[in-house]
């Protein structure tokens, strides 16, 4: 017989790995495209644990498909980039336990860190399976997030002690909904990567956990970007703005361009409210924002000013109408002024788009198609 459970297991069931062949370090031809491999990436292998490059290794649970497409990215495996010093610190903030800071004068563009995830998971692995019929609704959700932290489990393990203690050192806001400690922290530090999703219907998303970039607390004023590159298996940070030595480094963990309302709603199950300087004043904020996300208005060296104070470099509608004002310059055929977005678009883009510095490029500004047709 199953009955509810205090700690979230439904009484009488076992948690269990429902997939089949889920063997660790599976490699070879003919497997199905969407079977789950536990592997190392770089791969390492099970018996040798301690050969690892100086970046480290992620511990991954991936589907064949999506394992097979990370060796053939273009100069994987590629060292992690790094700045010249050590521009930020780990340390308590006023009101939210750990942070990030800066421990250098960074300019817009810089790049502050690298750091490859410690583990990278299907962010749907769990409820793939068939449960008791017997099961209630609710004991079926807690069947489902106890299968999750049990594969979750199997992942951490493949771990070096120190890398498990990390991750399990990091913040978790998920400790009454019934997710295991270790689910509990993949749902609160969690990040996206773009570049695994693998088409489908619906799409295969995939999450990561950093061991520091994950510790980055929220703001809707986002003073850093951070971005995944491939070919080193990494995430990369950035400034998206000028920081002073001693600032707290911020990303966002919602739309930016969503009123207040909307974005403390999305925060709730991270258990804070937000109070950057968009949230404090949330009245005069979100009218900006209207203003400034207004599709019709077409984007003035005044307007960027105000894109800029009000903190929106993280906005990918940010890069879109820049890019649209190096375009409206380049058909004018004002070289100076396109340069200077092209700049901008360079510092913005720099640890994250390989073609960035080609917007700085004169000659190619001038053999740009509608340069060539309007002023030959």
């Known amino acids: 017989m199953v009955t509810e459970a205090s700690q979230g297991v439904p009484q009488g069931y076992k948690p269990k790995l429902r997939f089949k062949n889920g063997v660790p370090d599976i490699h ?28 480290g290794w992620t511990s991954a649970m991936l589907q064949v498909a999506t394992q097979a497409k990370i ?3 273009p100069g994987f ?55 008791p019929k017997n099961l209630t609704q609710k004991q079926t959700q807690q069947a489902v997030l106890a299968d999750a932290e049990l594969y979750l489990q199997f992942v951490l393990d493949r771990l070096d002690p ?24 993949m749902r609160t530090n969690g990040m996206g990567i773009d570049a695994l999703i693998r088409p489908g219907n619906p799409p295969m998303p995939y999450s990561a956990v950093c061991k520091e970039i994950s ?27 000028d920081i002073a030595p001693g600032e707290e480094l911020t990303l966002s963990y919602t739309d930016v361009t969503a009123p207040a309302a909307e974005r403390q709603k999305a925060l709730e199950p991270y258990g804070f409210q937000c109070t950057c300087r968009a949230c404090q004043d949330p009245r005069t904020s ?12 077409f984007l003035t060296p ?7 104070d009000e903190g929106l470099q993280a906005s990918r509608i940010y890069d879109n109408r820049v890019m649209s004002l190096w375009h409206y310059h380049v058909y004018r055929g004002d070289a100076d002024n396109a340069l200077v977005c092209g700049q901008l678009l360079t510092k913005l883009w720099r640890w994250s788009n390989s073609d960035a510095e080609k917007y700085t490029d ?12 309007l002023y030959g």
Request: charged letters at 15%; proline letters at 10%; one cysteine or more.
């Open 162 to 185: 120190e890398n498990r203690k990390a991750y399990m050192a990091l913040a978790n806001s998920h400790l009454k909904d019934g997710s295991g400690p270790i689910l509990g922290i």
């Open 362 to 373: 004169l000659a190619l500004i001038r053999s740009h198609p509608m340069w060539m047709k």
């Open 302 to 308: 005044a307007l960027l000013k105000t894109w800029t």
């Open 286 to 297: 979100d009218a900006r924002r209207s203003t400034i996300f207004n599709e019709k208005l």
């Open 77 to 131: 495996p590629s060292p992690m980039a790094r700045p010249p010093d050590v521009r930020h610190r780990i340390g308590p903030t006023s009101n939210m336990g750990l942070g990030v800071f800066s421990t250098a004068r960074l300019q817009m563009g810089d790049l502050i860190l690298s750091d490859r995830p410690l583990i990278v998971v299907p962010l749907h692995m769990y409820g793939s399976g068939d449960y």
């Open 215 to 241: 510790r980055l607390n929220h703001s809707c004023c986002p003073n850093t970007g951070a971005g995944f590159n491939m070919a080193s298996f990494s995430y990369r940070l950035w400034a998206l703005c």
């Open 71 to 73: 060796p053939s990215t």
């Open 28 to 55: 070879g031809p003919n497997l199905p495209e969407d079977q789950y491999l536990f592997t190392s990436i770089p791969h390492i292998p099970s018996d040798s644990p301690s050969i690892a490059s100086k970046d």
